[in-house]
C-alpha cells in the first residue's frame, strides 16, 4: 500500500502531532521494463521535462538518443522494440489532489512514438505529463546515476526509493505490489519469499547501495511466519561526494547560483550551467557580463558568453555585435557554425555530444576541451570533422 500526505487540516487531535510530510504520491509502473527501456524512458523524461505540460509533442535525434542509454547507434530495431515496450507499459496512480479527494488514474507511459528521418517524436497522454511534471509525484533520475546501473531490477528499486529520500522509508507495500515494481508479478517462481529475496532483493539492495546516492535497507512485515510487506529505510549515501552525484543542493548553495538566479536565470537552466561549467568559469561570465552596461537581454548574452567563451581580452561575436561578415576567414565561419549548431542542441543532446567527443580525447587535447568547450583551439580539426559528420549540410557555404 501507498502511504499518502494528507493536509494537517484534515486532521485532529494526535494526528496532528509531529507528522512526517511524506510525497504526495507515486507513480507505480508495471510490466517487465528491461533496464535499457527504464534508461531509455528516463532519458525522454529528462528531455522533455521543461515543455511537458505546454508542448504535446516532444523531439530528441535518434543517435543522441541510443548514445544517451547505451545502444549502438545503429541498431534501431532495438530501440523500436524498446519504444514498442514503453507504449505498451501501463503507469498507476492512486492520490490525494490538492484538495484532499483521492484520485486514481492509469497512463500508457508513451501514448505515441516514431522514428522518422533520423528523429524520435514521442508523447505523453496529457493526464500523465501533468503527473510527471510534478516534482512531489515524480523525481526525475540523475542520469550520471542511472549509468552505474546494470540491473534493471536495481535500477526499479533506485527508481521507487529514490523519491522517498527526505522521508527515509518507502512506506509498506505488499509483496504483490513489490513484485510488480520489480517486474516478476507473472512469475511463479518468485511468488516464494525465499527466491524474491536470494534473486531480486538482495542483489537490487546491494547494487543501489554500490552504484547511487542514496542507501536502502529492507524491512519485512510478518503474518504468522509468512513475510506479507516490504519496506526500504532509505537514507543519503554518504559517497556522494566521492561520486560526484549532486541532485541540485549543493549547487544551489554557491553564492553564483544566487547571482544566476538574479539576473533571471531558472533554477534548471542555473544548475545546468554551473554543472557543465563550473562555478568559477560561470563567475568569471556573470562578472563579464556585468561589466558590458545595460544588456537588452541579459540571460541570452551571459548564454553566449559561457558558450564562446567571452573574455575582456578577446573579440567576441556576440548578440551586441553583427552577423559575422562573410569576408572573414574560414576559421571564424567554422566556429560560428559549430557554436550555433551547438546552440541549437536541446540541453540533453548537448550533454550526449560533450561526452561522446570527451570519449576520444586523452591528455592535454581532453583538458583543452573540458576548459574551452567546442571553441577549444588544440581540437579545432577534430571539433569540425565532429560537427560535420553530425550535421554535413550546415557546412556547405
Not at 509483496?175 to 525465499?194: H, I, Q, T, W
Not at 554500490?210 to 513475510?227: A, D, L, Q, Y
Amino acid at each position: 500500500m501507498n502511504e499518502l500526505d494528507i493536509p494537517k487540516d484534515h486532521l485532529s487531535g494526535s494526528l496532528r502531532r509531529g507528522a512526517v510530510k511524506k510525497h504526495v504520491a507515486a507513480i507505480h509502473v508495471s510490466g517487465k521494463l528491461t533496464l535499457l527501456q527504464r534508461k531509455l524512458s528516463n532519458v525522454l523524461l529528462l528531455n522533455a521535462y521543461d515543455t511537458l505540460i505546454s508542448q504535446q509533442v516532444h523531439r530528441i535525434d535518434a543517435r543522441t538518443l541510443c548514445l544517451m542509454i547505451g545502444y549502438n547507434s545503429n541498431d534501431m530495431d532495438t530501440l523500436k522494440q524498446s519504444l514498442r515496450g514503453l507504449a505498451e507499459t501501463v503507469a498507476e496512480w492512486d492520490m490525494l489532489d490538492s484538495e484532499g479527494k483521492q484520485e486514481w488514474g492509469i497512463s500508457s507511459l508513451l501514448s505515441y512514438a516514431k522514428l522518422k528521418g533520423g528523429v524520435c517524436e514521442y508523447a505523453y497522454s496529457p493526464a500523465l505529463a501533468e503527473k510527471l511534471n510534478d516534482p512531489k509525484v515524480f523525481a526525475l533520475i540523475n542520469l550520471n546515476i542511472q549509468r552505474r546501473f546494470t540491473s534493471g531490477h536495481a535500477l526499479a528499486l533506485y527508481e521507487n526509493c529514490y523519491r522517498f529520500v527526505r522521508t527515509g522509508s518507502s512506506g509498506w507495500w505488499s509483496l504483490d505490489l513489490f513484485r510488480r515494481l520489480m517486474g516478476v508479478a507473472d512469475s511463479d517462481y518468485y511468488e516464494v519469499f525465499k527466491h524474491l529475496n536470494a534473486k531480486i532483493i538482495k542483489p537490487a539492495v546491494a547494487e543501489v547501495n554500490k552504484s547511487s546516492n542514496i542507501m536502502v535497507t529492507p524491512e519485512f512485515k510478518k503474518m504468522g511466519r509468512s513475510v506479507t510487506e516490504i519496506r526500504f529505510r532509505i537514507s543519503e549515501n554518504p559517497q556522494l561526494a566521492i561520486l560526484d552525484l549532486d541532485d541540485g543542493e549543493g549547487l544551489r548553495k554557491s553564492p553564483i547560483y544566487a547571482r544566476l538566479l538574479a539576473l533571471g536565470v531558472s533554477d534548471r537552466l542555473a544548475r545546468q550551467w554551473l554543472t557543465e561549467h563550473g562555478e568559477e568559469y560561470v563567475r568569471q561570465k556573470v562578472d563579464y557580463v556585468a561589466g558590458q552596461g545595460a544588456v537588452k537581454n541579459a540571460i541570452g548574452y551571459l548564454s553566449a558568453a559561457l558558450k564562446d567563451d567571452y573574455r575582456p581580452d578577446a573579440p567576441e561575436v556576440s548578440p551586441r555585435n553583427p552577423e559575422p561578415d562573410p569576408t572573414l576567414s574560414a576559421r571564424v565561419r567554422q566556429l560560428t557554425v559549430i557554436r550555433d549548431l551547438a546552440a541549437s542542441r536541446t540541453p540533453t543532446q548537448r550533454d550526449a555530444d560533450k561526452r561522446l567527443f570527451l570519449s576520444r580525447l586523452e591528455g592535454a587535447e581532453r583538458d583543452d576541451f573540458e576548459r574551452h568547450g567546442w571553441m577549444s583551439a588544440l581540437n579545432a580539426g577534430a571539433i569540425a570533422a565532429f560537427w560535420k559528420e553530425l550535421s554535413p549540410d550546415a557546412f556547405d557555404v
